[in-house]
């Protein structure tokens, strides 16, 4: 079985800024209100087959949580969907923060 694939914050924002990705965030709601990647689509139990039905499964998706534990299961979750090309991104939000403050939207 076809498995997600680890990125780094650096090549995650350098797919993001290029628009070669997908984002979507599956901290809880209020993080994602306080501060998120650009572009990022907030996940929930709620919205979750809303973003599949609508999201492209041939782009590139990138999954990201606080620390990039979480997301390694929701990366999982896009492939078993027929996503083909799904990343988790390592060291989560907080990584992405450190580095990218200024490519952050804060609420």
Request: hydrophobic share 35%; charged share 20%; glycine share 4%.
């Amino acid at each position: 079985m076809p498995n997600f694939k680890h990125i780094s914050p650096q090549d995650a924002h350098a797919m993001a800024a290029a628009g070669n990705c997908q984002l979507a965030d599956i901290r809880d709601e209020q993080s994602f209100a306080t501060a998120h990647i650009p572009a990022a689509t907030h996940l929930d139990n709620q919205s979750l087959q809303q973003f599949i039905e609508a999201a492209d499964p041939d782009k590139a998706l990138i999954i990201y949580c606080y620390h990039g534990n979480s997301s390694q299961s929701a990366a999982q979750y896009f492939v078993e969907k027929d996503f083909t090309e799904v990343y988790s991104m390592d060291g989560g939000f907080e990584m992405w923060r450190q580095l990218y403050p200024q490519d952050t939207v804060t609420g």
